[in-house]
């Protein structure tokens, strides 16, 4: 099996910035991504990453002060999140996926993805 594991979770204000790390036990699924999901919503993919090729990807939402990076030295897969505000407030997933390019496939569902991690709160209020 495969073990994610989310950290750098915090509590701050609007404006701030966050640095968010998914450490993987090892490298190998094809495809990688962030979720976030606040209370009473939908879980919501908001960066991606696939090994086979072509920039990352991110929700129209966020795209402009997200970014993803993956750290292959450290088993890292990196999120920063710029300007946060306070609809970000949210638990933030790492997830993972080994067969994820078959049609059909959208990385911005959940049930693409097989592995997660325990996730870690985000939390911007005044």
């Known amino acids: 099996e495969i073990y994610l594991h989310e950290s750098g979770g915090a509590s701050v204000q609007p404006g701030e910035s966050l640095t968010l790390s998914c450490k993987f036990s090892?490298?190998?699924?094809?495809?990688m991504a962030w979720f976030r999901q606040a209370p009473g919503q939908e879980r919501q993919g908001i960066a991606g990453?696939?090994?086979?090729?072509?920039?990352?990807y991110y929700a129209d939402s966020l795209k402009g002060r997200i970014t993803i990076a993956r750290h292959t030295s450290n088993l890292t897969l990196a999120l920063r999140i710029d300007n946060l505000q306070v609809e970000d407030t949210a638990i933030y997933y790492c997830?993972?996926?080994?067969?994820?390019?078959?049609?059909?496939?959208?990385?911005?569902?959940?049930?693409?993805?097989?592995?997660w991690g325990q996730g870690t709160q985000v939390t911007v209020n005044q």
């Open positions: 997830a993972a996926e080994y067969l994820c390019a078959t049609i059909g496939r959208r990385w911005t569902d959940p049930q693409t993805y097989t592995y």
């Open positions: 990453f696939y090994t086979g090729g072509g920039p990352p």
């Open positions: 090892r490298w190998g699924p094809n495809c």
